[in-house]
Each structure stands twice: as structure tokens, then as C-alpha cells.
């Protein structure tokens, strides 16, 4: 199971509705790194495009991906390169 959560005061708190038995051992895994936000030559915050999905990304360790998706997800016959 994944979950997505924030960090608010130093906990982390799930997105959306999650039920988890009390006890529960979880691995965190971070989606990205959080730091001071790069600034332009005008001092300003750049903005991102709203359909931006650059911050989503994760490298998945599969190089043909992109060739054979259809076959990852379910199960037709890989693509030739």
C-alpha cells in the first residue's frame, strides 16, 4: 500500500482518508527533497507551470518503460526496439 502524506510540526500526517492498524511498522519514503526555493535575478520565486508533473517523477530502474508500457502494466508481449 502507498500513501501520500505532508510533514506539519514534525509529524507526518496522511492525505485523504487512511486506516492503519495501531502498531503498524511503515517505511518512509521521500518524494522529494525539501530546501530553500531557488530564486530568480529579480529576487522572486519562479513560478512553476500548473501542469508541471517534473516533481512526481521517480526513477523506476526499467530502461524499455516508455517502449513497453502497455506489456508492464498488463501483461501484452514487449515491443521490439
Known sequence: MNYRGIVKNGVIVPIGKVEIPEGT???IHFLKKVGKAKAT???TKKKKHPLDLSDLAVHTGIPDL???IDHYLYGHPKQKP
Open 25 to 27: 511498522t511503515v517505511t
Open 41 to 43: 535575478r529579480k529576487g
Open 66 to 68: 516508455a517502449e513497453n
